[in-house]
């Protein structure tokens, strides 16, 4: 398996599908990614039409998720159909205020389903302040998972974040995924 790691950023201003020479037919995703294009030319080619080259050390991410639900949260992950992955880290920061009582865990699917990626029993408590991010605990480190192991919503491939106490007051943080992809 080759490792990911180009994607192409289209702006608002490009929002529509771009055809490079190849006649491969690039479409964004809801987040106006483009990933892996399948050469360099088309590459050239997406960026001749205003789309902007970057490296994003994320492969997902969910900004204002509420933690003061229990309802799932989708988290879209920014990876090519088919492609596996091997999450690395989960971050939660910027924090609207300390979430003290929060807890929860991260599944593949929804209703908390599938094998936990984040135990149910994860406490937020570290994240004080929206200047302080907590690393939350993996419970299986380095497995790589296949593209079947996540949910599909609208096309993006999605984990959830699904507490099983909620703060009590209205709190948000910002949460990233970030892994290796192989396609």
């Known amino acids: 398996m080759a490792q990911v ?24 995703d809801i987040n106006g990614h483009i990933t892996a294009p399948a050469s360099g030319q088309d590459a050239a080619d997406l960026i001749a039409s205003g789309a902007v080259p970057f490296f994003s050390p994320y492969i997902g991410k969910l900004l204002g998720a509420n933690f003061n639900v229990t309802t799932d949260q989708a988290i879209p992950l920014f990876i090519p159909g088919g492609a596996s992955v091997r999450l690395t880290r989960i971050s939660v920061l910027n924090a609207s205020h300390t979430l003290a009582t929060a807890a929860g865990g991260i599944y ?34 380095n497995i790589v998972y296949p593209a079947s192991a996540w949910a599909v919503v609208g096309g993006v491939y999605s984990i959830y974040l699904s507490l099983t106490t909620a703060e009590g007051a209205a709190a948000t943080a910002d949460c990233y995924v970030y892994g290796d992809i192989y396609e």
């Open 108 to 141: 593949p699917t929804t209703a908390k389903g599938g094998t936990a990626i984040v135990a149910a029993t994860q406490a937020f408590t570290a994240v004080t302040t929206g200047a302080l991010a907590l690393d939350l605990t993996l419970v299986s480190a």
């Open 5 to 28: 790691r180009n994607t192409i950023w289209v702006a608002p201003s490009v929002n529509q599908a771009i055809l490079p020479r190849s006649g491969v037919l690039y479409t964004p």
